[in-house]
């Protein structure tokens, strides 16, 4: 009777911190659309005025009304990501789900854009791409199919890289002094976003995750395996440049290292209120760990950092994550489009929100996105002396 009583007071008790942290809800970014056109009339109204009067011809109804979806779309986002709420036509959604399974179409290789001098720099080439033979780490592409990068956005020369499997595209290359062209033949491969790296002379596991992706958790878990049964006692997990990806995969990674009914994340929306996400493993993986981080951290990496700094399970290292701290829902409409857009609200396991704020460091360490691409294509050992992150937690984990 009892442990009835108590545990009946612990649920009240979480109950209460419960109200307190979510009870009186609050946006997480303005939404103010602070105009009234009356009545759908407007709407319409509007918009045969544009189909009579518009000086151009080539603007249909159908245009209008896919500019309108994207108007609202864009209004109910955060105002630094209007992505968060899109429209995507079945080939466009396609490629996410490839991109979430860790599959792209690509010409075979990763770059960093320089905007200066228009170019391309190659940081790695993709395994069983036809680019393996071809180019190089710290090739300089100038052109791709006869367009000079020079003046363009990233966003352009990202369409120039994109197409279809087995679309060719030519390119213009700089190595030291030589220049050549290139033809690559576009593929759909899968992409390394999980690389697992011993240190040499240390009992310590330098872990990558470029994006968090389907089977993610798995994956790790069995190097995990692999590398304490070499060990290996402390690791350091590299989460810069990260932008998230799947959500579940994020939490799942968190709990490989948290003690069971530790919470993970919490979450809000309309229907359900506060969802707890919560570590179920018997076992856990007690690991020192260090984690970096930077301005371009992000989503579901920002899951994981949240939890292990929260729990005490890591020491986070590096600059202020990005602060993106929303799930986004995707809806299929009636024609196979998919529409997405943000129906939750997430928060750290202590209740608190990095929506805008992003994570702070338990150590503050400067290094530019410049500095970070350079060393990123370095072997551990001259990565070790360069990597300004990557050495902090060394000193820090030994």
């Known amino acids: 009777m009892k442990n009835v009583i108590r545990l009946q007071i612990l649920l009240l008790f979480i109950t209460l911190i419960s109200f307190a942290v979510f009870g009186q809800q609050k946006p997480l970014f303005e939404v103010n659309i602070n105009k009234s056109a009356q009545s ?45 709420a899109t429209l995507w036509t079945d080939e466009e959604y396609e490629k996410i789900l490839n991109s979430l399974k860790g599959i792209k179409v690509t010409l075979g290789f990763n770059s960093t854009f320089n905007a200066t001098d228009g170019s391309l720099t190659v940081t790695s080439v993709l395994d069983g791409s036809e680019a393996k033979n071809k180019l190089a ?16 956005s990233i966003n352009e ?84 440049n990260n932008t998230g990806g799947v959500l579940n995969e994020g939490v799942n990674i968190a709990k490989l290292f948290m003690r069971k009914n530790d919470i993970v994340l919490r979450t809000q929306n309309r229907s359900n209120g506060v969802t707890n996400y919560v570590a179920d493993r018997d076992q856990f993986y007690d690991l020192k760990i260090a984690v970096l981080i930077n301005e371009n951290t992000a989503s579901a990496a920002e899951i994981i950092s949240s939890a292990l700094q929260d729990h005490d399970r890591a020491v986070l290292i590096g600059k202020k994550t990005y602060g993106k701290g929303v799930i986004e829902t995707t809806f299929t409409l009636k024609n196979d489009y998919r529409l997405k857009f943000i129906t939750n609200a997430m928060y750290s396991p202590k209740g608190v929100s990095w929506e805008s704020n992003g994570i702070l460091p338990d150590f503050y360490v400067d290094q530019s996105q410049a500095n970070y691409k350079e060393v990123v294509a370095l072997d551990i050992s001259d990565r070790l002396r360069r990597d300004l992150h990557l050495s902090t937690a060394l000193k820090l984990l030994k």
């Open 157 to 240: 020369v990202n369409q120039l890289l994109d197409g279809e499997v087995n679309q060719t595209s030519a390119l213009k290359v700089v190595r030291d002094i030589e220049i050549f062209d290139v033809n690559l033949s576009r593929d759909s491969l899968r992409v390394e976003n999980l690389i697992v790296t011993k240190i040499p002379n240390n009992d310590i596991a330098f872990i990558e995750l470029k994006k968090i992706t389907l089977g993610m958790a798995e994956e790790l878990q069995k190097e995990i395996e692999d590398f304490r049964s070499e060990g290996i006692t402390k690791i350091i997990l590299d989460l810069r």
């Open 40 to 84: 759908e009339a407007t709407l319409e109204e509007v918009q045969q005025l544009i189909l009579e009067n518009y000086y151009y011809d080539g603007v249909t109804q159908s245009d209008l009304d896919w500019a309108a979806i994207e108007g609202i779309l864009r209004h109910i986002s955060p105002p630094q990501s209007p992505e968060l």
């Open 137 to 152: 780490v710290n090739d300089r592409i100038l052109r791709i199919d006869d367009v000079s990068l020079k003046g363009k």
